[in-house]
Each structure stands twice: as C-alpha cells, then as structure tokens.
Nanobody, 123 residues
Framework: QAQLVESGGGSVQAGGSLRLSCAASGRTLRGYPMGWFRQAPGEGRDFVAGIDWSGTSTYYEESVKDRFTISINNVENTVYLQMDNLKPEDTAVYYC????????????????WGQGTQVTVSS
C-alpha cells in the first residue's frame, strides 16, 4: 500500500526557514516523480515544486523558485522541500504528492497524497 508521510512543518517569522520531509513507502511510488503542493485557507491546492525520481529535473512555481529547493533521496525514498526567506503568503497546509509525471511542460500530480503539514509564517 503506497503511503506518503510528511513532517517538518511549523511556525516561523518572515525571513525564516523550514525544511519539509516526505517519506514514501510502497513499491507503487518508486521511480515516479514527486512533488509538493500547498493549500491556503479558502483556496485551492496549488503546485509548489516537483522533481523526477533521479533528482535530475526540478520544477517550481514562479513565486518560490528563488527561495525553495526540492530534493530527493531515492535510496531512502524521501523528498525534501527546503524553504528559505519565508513570507506570510507562504502560509498554507503543504501536501506531498507521489506517482506524478514530469516533462518539459512541468510536473503533473499523481494519485497519492500525504496528510499535509501546516506551515505558518508571521510578519
């Protein structure tokens, strides 16, 4: 049974940093691109970053591309999101996504989602 478990959320002041982790289990997820999405109160779930399983190709939403870094440890089946210079508008529940697709057009979400982790940035 495929499963994604996030950790690392919390509360920080603007300009601070957080690192999110997502541990993937289940053979279904191995070899597929993975990504991060976020959902602010009253908003839809939006793409943040994606990465292929080898770690060669990465994809970012425009507002985070110079502040966030996605990486993967494909031996430990874990994807990370390093978030630096956080802003109040980054406040959201962050979700890990697995089983996605990646191409020159970007990252397309797969069917597997984690439970979400809250990130709160105060001004």
């Amino acid at each position: 049974q495929a499963q994604l478990v996030e950790s690392g959320g919390g509360s920080v002041q603007a300009g601070g940093s957080l690192r999110l982790s997502c541990a993937a289990s289940g053979r279904t997820l191995r070899g597929y691109p993975m990504g991060w999405f976020r959902q602010a109160p009253g908003e839809g779930r939006d793409f943040v970053a994606g990465i292929d399983w080898s770690g060669t190709s990465t994809y970012y939403e425009e507002s985070v591309k110079d502040r966030f870094t996605i990486s993967i440890n494909n031996v430990e089946n874990t994807v990370y999101l390093q978030m630096d210079n956080l802003k109040p508008e980054d406040t959201a529940v962050y979700y890990c996504n697995g089983g996605g697709k990646a191409s020159g057009l970007g990252y397309e979400s797969g069917d597997y989602w984690g439970q979400g982790t809250q990130v709160t940035v105060s001004s």
